[in-house]
């Protein structure tokens, strides 16, 4: 875990006929934070996922302080892959903006030469903020869990048609690797919330629950 949190007070002395005295600078919000977070994701060695959160708080786009620019808040997740391929290690990286996929005008500050009533449009509302909370919730577990039933299942068939369980689990893990990143997109893309529930959530144990048939009559 990484982050900060800056507080600027930054006010103009000895303007042109004072008439600016005492009023907050151009462009320098008083607060700034960001957070950022890594998790190596557990049964999937080299996997780690990562977030960071980053607020700028309201300001001022002119040093007359008659128009402002509305806090905002971006929030970027990303993933990245450590393994060795024919004997040489292998890194793999990517990260995306998920605003950016619901509503690309509010992934980045307003433009100055906006309005403030357009500006204040671009700000999330209680209930979009919820529902994106929601949708990297299901990302994060939801391609958790699809992927495991992928790979529980995987290795079950393999087992079934006579290969080592161990060498099934294996390709499994690297189709998980290669669905893991689709099931986290799509998670955003999608219209509703409860059709990706359904589909990562759903699939995945049902695959698991049929990997686990599949090995209980074999043994």
């Not at 209680?126 to 958790?144: Q, S, T």
Request: positive net charge.
């Amino acid at each position: 875990m990484l982050g900060g949190i800056t507080y600027t007070q930054a006010k103009l002395t000895k303007t042109q006929g004072g008439l600016q005295d005492g009023n907050q600078a151009f462009g320098s919000p008083p607060w700034a934070a960001n957070f950022g977070v890594g998790w190596d994701v557990p049964g999937l060695p080299g996997l780690a996922l990562n977030g960071r959160a980053i607020h700028t708080s309201r300001q001022y786009v002119d040093n007359a302080n008659s128009l402002k620019m509305p806090s905002w808040t971006r929030l970027d997740l990303g993933a990245r892959y450590a393994t060795q391929l024919s004997g040489k290690p292998l890194f793999t990286a990517g990260g995306l903006s998920p605003w950016a996929l619901r509503a690309p005008s509010a992934c980045q500050p307003p433009s100055i030469s906006e309005s403030s009533e357009t500006m204040r449009a671009h700000t999330f509302t209680r209930r979009d903020h919820a529902a994106l909370a929601g949708r990297i919730l299901l990302a994060v577990c939801g391609g958790y869990a699809f992927c495991w039933g992928v790979v529980a299942l995987f290795a079950a068939m393999t087992f079934l048609l006579g290969a080592e369980f161990h060498d099934g689990e294996m390709l499994g893990l690297i189709l998980a690797l290669l669905f893991y990143p689709v099931a986290f997109l799509w998670s955003f893309a999608a219209r509703s919330l409860w059709l990706v529930s359904g589909v990562l959530v759903g699939s995945g144990g049902l695959m698991a629950a049929a990997a686990s048939l599949i090995q209980s009559a074999l043994t």
